[in-house]
């Protein structure tokens, strides 16, 4: 099994739909979580860390449900803009390795 | 302005020989990772630093070599000995003094390209 998992789509949504990933992972060690932007051909980054109590910014709602472990990105009315590959990201306790997902990749159409 | 600077950003390569990534920071970060990315793929682990001269192998470290002599910077080999070594290579660098949370933070990639 995997580390961390994650479904690659690809996922193909309407403007202004909303969307969710899921992303799953098996050390139950795990303390942090991020999820990442990358689009084609460039470097990932940062969309937003993943808070134990769930966290929101603007249009992007991340969750962490610790007892199934897995974790989520919603994004409400999409953009075009919003077209990319998302990866997760999670990393145990006290380690510095950290793992990426497979990344799910998002094409909103006009 | 602080970040992290990956060169040459597209390296071609002839089969049997050894080139090197280079990868450098001045975000004063003590973690520092080396990701190999294939077409459609998520990242893969190479190797990892925490600290000064000491490393720790990833998920695919094979016909691969790393140092990390300076904090400032983490090169890669990659040797002969990897077979197929064409690929997007990510180099990123963490904060390693927090205890959680702490995001990384990418260079613009090197693409190696074996002909």
């Known amino acids: 099994r995997k580390e961390v998992e994650q479904d690659p789509g690809p996922f193909n949504v309407p403007e202004g739909a909303t969307v969710a990933f899921n992303c799953t992972y098996s050390?139950?060690?795990?303390?942090?979580f991020f999820w990442y932007r990358q689009d084609c051909r460039k470097e990932p980054k940062l969309l937003m860390s993943?808070?134990?109590s769930g966290n929101e910014d603007g249009r992007f709602t991340a969750q962490l449900n610790r007892a199934s472990q897995y974790i989520s990105l919603l994004i409400r009315d999409s953009k075009l803009s919003d077209s990319a590959t998302y990866l997760c990201?999670?990393?145990?306790?006290?380690?510095?390795?950290?793992?990426f997902g497979q990344g799910t990749r998002l094409t909103i159409n006009p | 302005d602080g970040g992290i600077t990956q060169s040459p950003k597209y390296l071609f390569r002839k089969e049997g020989q050894n080139v090197t990534l280079s990868c450098e920071q001045n975000?004063?970060?003590?973690?520092m990772y080396w990701y190999r990315q294939d077409p459609g793929q998520g990242l893969r682990l190479i190797y990892y630093?925490?600290?000064?001269?000491?490393?720790q192998k990833g998920d695919i470290a094979e016909g691969y070599s790393v140092s990390r002599e300076k904090k400032e910077s983490f090169p890669l080999t990659v040797t002969s000995a990897q077979k197929n070594p064409t690929a997007f290579y990510l180099c990123?660098?963490?904060?390693?003094?927090?205890?959680?949370?702490?995001?990384?933070?990418f260079g613009q990639g090197t693409r190696l390209t074996v002909v």
């Open positions: 975000l004063n970060h003590d973690a």
């Open positions: 630093s925490q600290i000064v001269n000491d490393f």
């Open positions: 050390n139950s060690a795990s303390q942090s």
């Open positions: 990123a660098s963490r904060d390693g003094t927090a205890l959680m949370n702490t995001e990384a933070f």
């Open positions: 993943v808070y134990s």
């Open positions: 990201v999670v990393n145990a306790q006290g380690a510095q390795k950290l793992v």
